[in-house]
């Protein structure tokens, strides 16, 4: 039975380049995803905004969707601002 021998140190140097580079690749990716999902969420929200501005029985239910998504929205950003800067989730 034969072992892999230890990698050099210049193979764990360039090992750990390759991880933070990935690193760093994926939480772009987090926060994208984020900013998508706040564009959506405000999107949700001015429609739900102008279900609650024609009035009717749905009215008062649509203001609390769109604060909600309005809420998420935020978050989402906050999300992708924390990923970009390399903050953990």
Do not use: F, N, W, Y
């Not at 905004?49 to 935020?74: K, T």
């Amino acid at each position: 039975m034969t072992t892999d021998p230890e990698p050099s140190g210049t193979e764990l140097v360039e090992r750990t380049k390759q991880a933070q580079a990935e690193s760093r690749r994926l939480r772009e990716q987090v926060a994208d995803v984020a900013e998508m999902t706040a564009l959506v969420e405000e999107e949700l929200a001015e429609v739900h905004e102008a279900i609650a501005a024609q009035g009717g029985p749905l009215a008062e239910q649509a203001r609390e969707h769109a604060a909600r998504a309005r809420e998420i929205a935020a978050k989402e950003r906050d999300e992708a601002e924390r990923r970009r800067r390399g903050e953990p989730g």
